[in-house]
């Protein structure tokens, strides 16, 4: 892959992550932040689950709670 089709697949993954934290009603209303403030450390995306990892061994879960993206502990 040269480094324009590497830009292209970066836009699309970064278009779809942030679709999938639009589906909160609190983001779409602007109840909570526009954009993932912990989106660095994405390293996975479900339904309705977004995993973290923070560095080796720290990983959290948001979950889509009520129309929030809520941290489970």
């Not at 892959?1 to 970066?10: F, I, P």
């Not at 639009?22 to 932040?33: C, I, P, T």
């Not at 912990?38 to 889509?64: A, I, M």
């Amino acid at each position: 892959m040269d480094v324009a089709g590497a830009r292209t697949l970066k836009a699309k993954i970064d278009a779809r992550q942030q679709r999938h934290w639009q589906q909160a009603r609190a983001v779409r209303e602007g109840r909570q932040d526009r954009a993932d403030p912990d989106s660095e450390h994405l390293v996975r995306v479900r339904d309705t689950e977004r995993e973290y990892e923070s560095g080796p061994g720290r990983r959290y879960v948001k979950q889509l709670v009520d129309g929030r993206w809520v941290t489970a502990p």
